[in-house]
């Protein structure tokens, strides 16, 4: 495996009215894959933007990463992919700030084709952030 991506960190649900922890996990999972694509800044059009995911010919993409980087409401942007072996889907709008985050641990599940969409009142200008391994 050429690259690895990782998410580590902790994952806490608390009450602040009573002060108390009712859900606390500490995550630190890795994917390792063949190859990754990714961009820092990637302008998303109205009429829907295509990114290439890697592995799509030779299997799936099992790590995604998405954010929203617009600031200013109703910048949405709607991700619509094609799950391994099923039929295109739209999986949700991201509102501006918003992430996504999907880990797949075997190789025969993942993605194999992924589209953005600038979605809500405002589209201009509309940009995200990505990781993908596969």
Avoid at 37 to 54: E, I, L, R, Y
Wanted: charged residues 5%; hydrophobic residues 35%.
């Amino acid at each position: 495996m050429a690259v690895t991506a990782s998410v580590k960190g902790n994952l806490t649900l608390s009450d602040n009215l009573t002060g108390s922890t009712t859900f606390s996990k500490i995550l630190n999972s890795a994917y390792a894959g063949d190859l990754s694509s990714f961009a820092q800044s990637f302008p998303v059009s109205s009429s829907g933007t295509t990114v290439a995911v890697p592995n799509s010919g030779s299997g799936n993409t099992q790590f995604v990463y998405i954010k929203n980087l617009a600031s200013t409401s109703g910048q949405n942007v709607s991700v619509t992919w094609t799950p391994a072996g099923a039929s295109l889907e739209t999986v949700l709008t991201l509102s501006p700030g918003s992430i996504i985050i999907f880990s797949e641990s075997d190789a025969t599940n993942g993605i194999s084709a992924l589209t953005l969409t600038a979605t809500g009142t405002t589209t201009s200008g509309t940009t995200v952030e990505f990781l993908l391994v596969g």
